[in-house]
C-alpha cells in the first residue's frame, strides 16, 4: 500500500459548510469566501446548491452567488471548478441559468436518510436523476455523485457495505464520473471506511471514488489517511472544518459536525510530502475571514495552533 503523489481537494465550504448556518449570510460574503479560497490555491469549489428554498433556506441565494462570482472583475479564474449541487430537473435547470460549470447529484444508502433528505426512495432518487443526467450529457456537464451515509445513518445504525456498493454502481452507471462516499454522520473508523472502500472498489474503480468524511468523532483524518493508503486520491473538505447536513439533527441525533476542516487535511498532506497545490498561509486567512464573519470558533485545529503560534 502506497500513498498517493498528488491529491485533489473538493473543497465543499461555501456549500456542505454554510448551508447549516441558520444565521443570515450575505451573498458578498460567500462570494468573497469563493474568491479568497481560489486564491488559496484551490481548484474546485462547491459553491452553492440549487435545491428547494424552503428546505435548505440558506442556499436559496445560490443563483446570486453564481452570478456574482462570473460577473465580478476577471469573472470565472480559468482551471477552477465551480460545481453546484442539484435533486432534480429544476434543480438543473436553475444550475445551467447561472453557468454552473459542474453539478453534483446525492443519493443515500439509508432508506430513512434519503426520505428525510430529499423526499424519496433511494431508488426513486435514481431514476430522478436520470433525466439530469441526459441533460447534463447534452449541455457537456460534468456530474458527479454523492452517497450519504456510506457507514451509519442517524435513523437506522448501521449500513451493509454492499448497499452502498449498489447505489454507487447504479449512480456510476448513469454516468457519474466520480462518486464521492459521505460520512455523513462522521461515525466511521479506519477499519468500516476500509470495509465501505473495499465493497464499493469491487463494483467501481477506485479510481472513480472520493471520500466526503464529516468530523463529529474527530476521526476524519484517520479515515482519509486509510483511505489514501487504498488509493483514493480525491478527498472532500471544508475550510474551518464548517458545516454539517442539515437532515441529521431533525432526528435529535448528535447533529453532523462539518467536513473535516481543510487547514487541517492540507497540513496532514504536507507532512506527508502529497501534492495539492493549496497555500497553507492563505487557506487559513479565508478560513479567519469567513468565522470572524460567522461569529463563530475556526474548526480547524491546524487553524487554531498556527495562530496562536504566530
Ligand atoms: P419535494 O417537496 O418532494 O419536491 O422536495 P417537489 O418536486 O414535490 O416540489 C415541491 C416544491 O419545491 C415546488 O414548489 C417546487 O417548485 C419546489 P411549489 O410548487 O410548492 O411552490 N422545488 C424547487 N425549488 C427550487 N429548486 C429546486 C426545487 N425542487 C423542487 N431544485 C427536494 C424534493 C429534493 C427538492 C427537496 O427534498 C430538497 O430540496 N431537498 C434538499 C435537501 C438538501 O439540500 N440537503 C442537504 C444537501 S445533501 C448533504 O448535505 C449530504 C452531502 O454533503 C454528503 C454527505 O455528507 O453525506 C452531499
Ligand atoms: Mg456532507
Given amino acids: ?10 473543497e465543499v ?54 452570478q456574482g462570482l462570473f460577473s465580478r472583475e476577471g469573472g470565472p479564474k480559468a482551471g477552477v471548478t465551480y460545481a453546484a449541487l442539484t435533486p432534480n430537473l429544476e434543480g438543473f435547470e436553475r444550475a445551467v441559468a447561472v453557468h454552473a460549470n459542474e453539478l453534483a447529484i446525492f443519493a443515500a444508502a439509508s432508506e ?23 441533460a447534463a450529457k447534452s449541455t457537456g456537464l460534468p456530474v458527479r455523485g454523492y452517497i450519504s451515509c456510506v457507514v451509519g445513518c442517524p435513523y437506522e445504525g448501521e449500513v451493509d457495505p454492499n448497499r452502498v456498493a449498489e447505489v454507487a454502481l447504479r449512480l456510476r452507471d448513469i454516468g457519474c464520473y466520480e462518486v464521492s462516499l459521505g460520512d455523513t454522520t462522521g461515525v466511521g473508523t479506519p477499519d468500516s471506511i476500509i470495509q ?44 474551518a472544518g464548517l458545516g454539517g447536513c442539515p437532515y441529521v ?32 498561509d492563505k487557506l487559513m486567512e479565508a478560513g479567519r475571514f469567513i468565522t470572524e464573519k460567522l461569529g463563530r470558533e475556526n474548526g480547524s485545529k491546524v487553524a487554531r495552533a498556527l495562530r496562536s503560534k504566530s
Fill in 1 to 10: 500500500m502506497t500513498l498517493p503523489k498528488k491529491v485533489k481537494i473538493v
Fill in 13 to 66: 465550504g461555501p456549500r456542505d459548510g454554510l448551508q447549516n448556518e441558520q444565521q443570515p449570510i450575505s451573498t458578498e460574503v460567500k462570494i468573497e469566501l469563493i474568491h479568497r479560497l481560489v486564491d488559496a490555491g484551490l481548484r474546485y469549489i462547491e459553491a452553492g446548491s440549487f435545491v428547494n428554498p424552503k428546505w435548505v433556506p440558506q442556499m436559496a441565494g445560490s443563483d446570486e452567488v453564481f
Fill in 112 to 134: 430513512t436518510f434519503s426520505q428525510k433528505n430529499i423526499n424519496c426512495s433511494i431508488d426513486e432518487s435514481l431514476n430522478r436523476f436520470t433525466p439530469i443526467m441526459d
Fill in 196 to 239: 465501505g472502500i473495499e465493497a464499493v472498489a469491487a463494483k467501481v474503480s477506485i479510481s472513480r471514488l472520493a471520500v466526503h468524511l464529516h468530523d463529529t468523532y474527530g476521526q476524519a483524518l484517520a479515515n482519509i489517511y486509510a483511505s489514501l493508503l487504498m488509493g483514493i486520491d480525491v478527498v472532500d473538505s471544508s475550510v
Fill in 249 to 280: 439533527k431533525d432526528n435529535g441525533a448528535k447533529g453532523a459536525s462539518g467536513n473535516v476542516a481543510t487547514e487541517d487535511l492540507v497540513y496532514m498532506l504536507n507532512g506527508l510530502g502529497i501534492e495539492h497545490g493549496v497555500d497553507l
